[in-house]
């Protein structure tokens, strides 16, 4: 009983320890989940940012994978620790609007990035966009398929709205190309191994596919697993702009991936918070360019992300 | 779930018991299985071809590789939903373990070593602990899911030697090496239920804990047994799918628990504990690939999968009640 | 009848979620200045009214050793039919019975498929999830629903003399819970399904009523946790209610109600909720990274029944 006592005290004072350091500026940023490479980058790239301006960062994700109510729970909380900042990325875009509403109501200034919120008060928006970037890949492959030839789209998890514009991008460039044929479009929920088996038994219907549209790198990378297993040949592309996805393009069986860069969107969502706190001048919205990641630039995002520099406002752009 | 007052009448004391019954409910789903592929052969060419039906074989294999320890566990009346998690902080300890050595076998053995270890953990949680198998086993998912995470830190492990990958991905004499496994371990889970003095005792600890206590079954160390047991299976099916994939992520394991116990459930296992069989899990997990391997032939929407899966699954379910011996 | 049929005694015992929550909302307290404020705690228990309303049922589920593993499933149809309605007709009464009529359909599934067909609960509930939240799919496409009356969600944040609306809410469902459990016929009937189904028989109980009425109970709390919710969300979402079938049970099986042991006990349920909802809440207080939080939370399920392993009977 009594060494119980003991460790209750010890464990009591490490929390308190923890959660008494102050800091000049705290910022709550917001992710969806903790098993998405790209969501990785931001809150790395949120780190980066912060280290150079000298605030400190507290990092919020649901412990089930894009929690609506869960992320409810943590924006409830965590405006009871009243942050300076906070830079919101949205499990949904249409459901956390009354989490939006509830820190505008206490008065913190948040940065939405990533996936633009239907509703609420921002200082700014920072994002790529899911849309456009599923048409500027899905375009390249086409372009690369020579116009002409069959694809099979893979979608990813029905209801997230990433999936529902990725595949409605990848749908739109196929209007422009009369002479492709869309065979199928099967969802694999963004999972390698589903990806994989969706893949094995859509092989079996078609003799024939020349394209594959990944809506992520993961399932991309299932097709390409199963197409090698069955000695077939396709050109394949994803979405993320992953680490593993730049190795592959760089070794010619992924023809390419569309970038969203989560790594500059936390970067920037930070750098503006922060000007936003100091009162510095920001811009109200600002969306990247759709980068689609190939053979002809894929250097460039051969560094860890953990090893990359942020990029300031003005590099990037902002009006 | 446990029955700890009532007898079972179908239980006769004699050492080979339930065997007859349970190859009644092995034909049966037998005959469910075939006749699920003839609606599939008649709805979709594609689906008698070689390559599908080599296709659909692995991808039961990977699905009852999962399953088969677990067959032992709901035997006992217990569960494991640890499953899926085991499986992701294996696959994931044996990814970084080949990368860093470059030795296949030693990712193998961490792989194997992983499971067993979690699946002993479970064991002692259940017997030693006295925690109920559905919350022990769940609440050590939650933590093998956050180390996993937490090992992983949102990366990717992938690119492993070919020699490996074979395991998963390669053919010996035209057929996927993860039939051969299966085959393997569907001859060692069979003759370990059925023909050993083990097998019966799992069987008897399920159907009555209490009698089989009093007539000598050490049920708690058989308890051990049978969840390290089913945490080593997790840790072999977690390389087949590495090797399979060619990566390992901290969430692989994320859709693999319910598909695993629909597979044993669909394949005749009882939760009640005493009844079923290993080769019946191997046939729920065919028919439970024959409904993915069908919907994406005939190509059906993404919004009626999980409507169409849920519904066969019940059917599957309902009609192997029907045909049970009844036990109430 | 056994002692199965009386709440354990709390003077012979505490219980092991009683100790969690108290060692969880010490250590909080201390370690957070801001765990112990007003604005906090009713943080927290505004947080876990929807949890709990899916808990009280499925107590009563796992103590006649079934499963009701659709609960969420259909709680997140019955929230989008709600918010369908409501839209369309403007008249939140029609859209609560509609709710609720969703929730007692599935519960009706449920039971008849478990009780006349014989289907295991685990895999019966298992097939409805499905069915539930294809359905869920098929009617929203994938898509937030939006657009709901503000009116609505003043359910969620609004309060009568003081007291935030969804707890009285929740005290309302605890207090019918109770009572059906503790001193009606069909609870008793129900601690008997749990030990002693052959009892109910000689007596000419229909044990497959009771089954159909034990899930029928869930349908119906599921369709009230459809309001709170979708007034939480002020939008309904095919993806909202995942996952919260086995919080419930892990909350439910916490609190000591155990289908291995056959007893239950409904105030341990309201703690188990509690100590889920302390927890999680502390951790977000304190910034605790994300997968030492998932980690905790098997953690808290495995003390907790571990202490209670403890001093039970062998």
Redesign the interface.
Known sequence: MKYFVTG?AA??AV??A??GFAANETI?VFTKN?TNPYFQAVRVGAEAAAKTLGVKI???????P?????Q???V???I??KPDAIVFIPV????L??AVEKINAAGIPVVNITDRS?GGEFVSFVGANDYGIGLATATDLLKAMGGKGNVIILEGV???LS??DRVRGFNDALKGFPNVKLLASQPANYQRLQALQVMENLMQSFPTIDGVLAANDPMAVGAIEALEGANRKALVVGINGSKEAVELIKSGKLLASGDFNGFIQGCIGVEIAVRALRKQPTPKELILKPAVIDTTNFLSYETPVEERTCPTLDQVGAP | ??????GRADIAAPPRFGFSSNVMQVLYRLLAAALLCMVLASLSDAFMTENNILNVLRQTALLFLMASGLTLVILTAGLDLSVGANIALSACLAASVIKATGSASLGVATGIGCGTFVGLANGL?VTA????????T??????????T??YMGGQTIHGFPPAFRQLGSGYLLGIPMPVYVMVLFLAIGTFFAQRTIWGQQVYAIGANPVAARLSGVPVQSRLVLVYTLSGAMAGLASLIILARINSAEGDIGENLT?PA??AV??GGT???GGSGSVMGTLIGALILTLVLNGMNLLQVN??????????I??VA??IS?LTRPSD? | MSSRTVAPSLIARVPGVAIALI?LC??FA???A?FA?P??IA?ILV?ST?LLLLALPMTLVIMT?GLDLSIGAVLTFASIILAVIVIATGSLALALSAALAAGLCFGLANGV?ISV????P???T??????A???S??V?????I?GIPRSI?SLYSGSLAGIPLPILIATLAYAVTHILLYHTRFGTYIFALG????ALKIAGISVRGMLIGVYLFSGLMAGFAALL?TA????A????G???E?DA??AV??GGT?????NGWLFGTLLGVLAVGVL??GL????V??????????????IA??ID?LR?E?
């Not at chain 1, 894009?66 to 869960?70: C, F, K, N, Q, V």
């Not at chain 2, 769940?138 to 180390?147: D, E, F, I, P, R």
């Not at chain 3, 979402?237 to 909202?240: D, K, L, N």
């Open positions: 209750l464990a009591v929390l308190a923890g959660a709550a903790l507290d990092q919020y994700i649901p412990t089930k894009d929690s609506i109510p869960e409810l729970s943590q409830e909380d965590v009871v620790k949904d875009y249409k459901a609007v009354p239907a029905k209801g997230a999936n529902t | 779930m446990n029955k700890q007052t009532t949680l602990l006295r925690i109920p198998s559905f919350i022990a769940y609440g050590v998912m939650w933590m093998l899911t956050g180390l995470y937490f319910l116990i629909a459930l669909v009882s939760l009640f993404a919004s009626w999968q999980p409507l169409v899966t849920g519904v699954v019940l379910v309902w009640t109430e | 060692v010490t250590v201390f370690a957070s801001r404020t604005t906090n943080n947080q929807i050793e498929l067909l014989g289907i295991p685990f895999i019966t298992l097939g409805t999830l499905g069915i939240q294809g359905l799919l098929l929203t496409d994938g898509q937030s939006v969600e030990g002693n189904r052959e919710l939480r969300l002020n939008s979402h095919p993806t909202a995942i996952g919260m086995f049970i892990a099986a916490v155990s289908f291995e042991r056959g999680r809440n977000n207080l304190l910034a990274p994300s997968s030492a939080q998932v980690a905790s939370i098997g953690a808290l399920v495995i029944l571990f392993g039970s062998p």
